[in-house]
């Protein structure tokens, strides 16, 4: 478990691991719900320069610098933006403030898959049939912890122990684990202490947060080898 991009150097495993990114709010959200309204493939990109230059090569992209959309960009980072018939069938560039920064930080994994409670169900399956060992890696707000993902790392490692794959001594499992314990009853309710969540209230964002936290509207698992996301082949 990782509560923050900023300590992701320093986490420990041992053999190959897949890496579970997770930025409830929005960006794994988002991604999930772009994969199963059927885009092509998406790009994530680090930066909004590259995410321009690729812009201007006629790639259709989404970008934004904390929270709003940026003026050269066709989509913000609202999940509730990537219908099918805009975006089905089309190849998406993607850069966001946390969660594209944090996902090339887990380029040296086996594998990197992508999180959010709205495929829980289909992401918890898809781990155990890897046999691999996981780190959840939480995207947070510009290497800050932040509570939304750490509800989710919860929720999905408590999933994946009741599998009987896996185990965990990680400290930071536990007490993510414990956050969720507090919060599984009503997560939206429970979050809206948190910081990420008057962000998107100020800038009137906040309208996908009950989307948000739907457990398993998607069945998809979005996985990044590295250039593009795609869904993986599930059975």
């Known amino acids: ?3 923050s ?14 890496v579970v990114l997770v930025d409830v709010l929005r960006a794994t959200t988002t991604i999930c719900t772009a994969v199963a309204n059927g885009v092509e493939a998406i790009i994530p990109v680090a930066s909004h320069e590259e995410a321009r230059r690729l812009k201007s090569k006629g790639f259709l992209v989404a970008s934004e610098r904390d929270g709003v959309r940026l003026d050269f960009a066709d989509f913000g980072n609202s999940a509730l933006s990537f219908t099918r018939d805009v975006i089905g ?25 992508i999180g959010a409670f ?29 509570l939304e993902d750490a509800l989710f790392a919860g929720a999905l490692t408590a999933r994946l122990l009741d ?19 507090l919060a599984e009853g009503d997560a939206p309710g429970y979050i809206q202490k948190a910081a990420q969540r008057h962000r998107l209230k100020n800038l009137g964002l906040d309208d ?17 080898d590295g250039e593009v996301i795609k869904g993986a082949a599930l059975p």
């Open 5 to 18: 991009p900023g300590l992701f150097p320093d986490i420990l495993t041992k053999d190959d691991f897949i």
């Open 89 to 113: 069938g089309k190849t998406l560039v993607y850069c966001t403030t946390n969660g594209t920064r944090a996902l090339h930080l887990a380029k040296g994994a086996s594998g990197v898959a």
């Open 208 to 224: 996908v947060i009950p989307y948000s936290f739907e457990f398993d509207l998607v069945t998809v698992v979005p996985v990044f």
């Open 118 to 146: 709205i495929n829980i169900s289909a992401l918890t399956e898809w781990l155990a049939r890897q046999r691999k060992n996981v780190v959840i890696l939480c995207s947070g707000w510009k290497n800050r912890f932040c």
């Open 163 to 181: 599998t009987g794959v896996f185990r965990t001594v990680c400290d930071s499992a536990h007490a993510s684990m414990d956050l969720w314990s």
């Open 1 to 3: 478990m990782c509560l």
